[in-house]
Every structure is written in structure tokens, then in C-alpha cells.
């Protein structure tokens, strides 16, 4: 019944932008807490970015000053703000909600930095 569908990846030039949002549903987005993860050709999936439902939001240290995460409650979508991206930032872009405990993905959408 939860649904998490990955969108805004595609291929940019080296210092560019992207917004990435992931629109949820079965769920009642305000009450969870929701993540962002990426997995780089040939490496592990590794934890990029955090929004819990009370505010805090932490990064991974390589994206801290270049990624911003945020949702909008109404449209039960959480965003990824990227800027400045980087050739290392090249991967598959997941988000992640845990409601109850129970983990749930999307199926990633790809982003590639290349000039």
C-alpha cells in the first residue's frame, strides 16, 4: 500500500542543479520521518540526507552546504536540493520512510554528473 516514486534525476554538467522529489502515499507523510540515500556504480548504498518529523535534519558530510532537504506535508512529497553537484555525485537516488518501524523505498531515480 506505501508507494515511494523517485523523480528529477537525469544528466548535468559538473557544478549544475537538481531538485529530486519523491511523492508518497498510503501514508500520512506529516507523521514520519524520511531519508534520501544514493548508491554509486559499483559501490554500497550510503545515507545522504535526513528530515525527522520534529525538524531535525542532518547530512552526510560530502553534500553539507550543497543539498538541501525538505517535504511539503500537503503534497506528501519530500525534495532534495542539489547543488553544485560533482562528478562523485553520480548515483541512484532512493528515498526511504520508516513508518511503524517498517522500512519502504522507491526505485531510485538516476542522476549523473558529466561534463
Known amino acids: 500500500q506505501v508507494q515511494l516514486v523517485e523523480s528529477g534525476g537525469g544528466l548535468v554538467q559538473p557544478g549544475g542543479s537538481l531538485r529530486l522529489s519523491c511523492a508518497a502515499s498510503?501514508?500520512?507523510?506529516?507523521?514520519?520521518?524520511m531519508a534520501w540515500y544514493r548508491q554509486a556504480p559499483g559501490k554500497q548504498r550510503e545515507w545522504v540526507a535526513i528530515?525527522?518529523?520534529?525538524?531535525?535534519?542532518n547530512y552526510v558530510d560530502s553534500v553539507k552546504g550543497r543539498f538541501t532537504i525538505s517535504r511539503d506535508n500537503a503534497k506528501n512529497t519530500v525534495y532534495l536540493q542539489m547543488n553544485n553537484l560533482q562528478p562523485e555525485d553520480t548515483a541512484v537516488y532512493y528515498c526511504?520512510?520508516?513508518?511503524?518501524?517498517?522500512?519502504?523505498w522507491g526505485k531510485g531515480t538516476l542522476v549523473t554528473v558529466s561534463s
Open positions: 528530515l525527522y518529523r520534529g525538524g531535525i535534519i
Open positions: 498510503g501514508l500520512i507523510f506529516s507523521t514520519i520521518d
Open positions: 526511504n520512510v520508516w513508518p511503524g518501524g517498517v522500512n519502504y
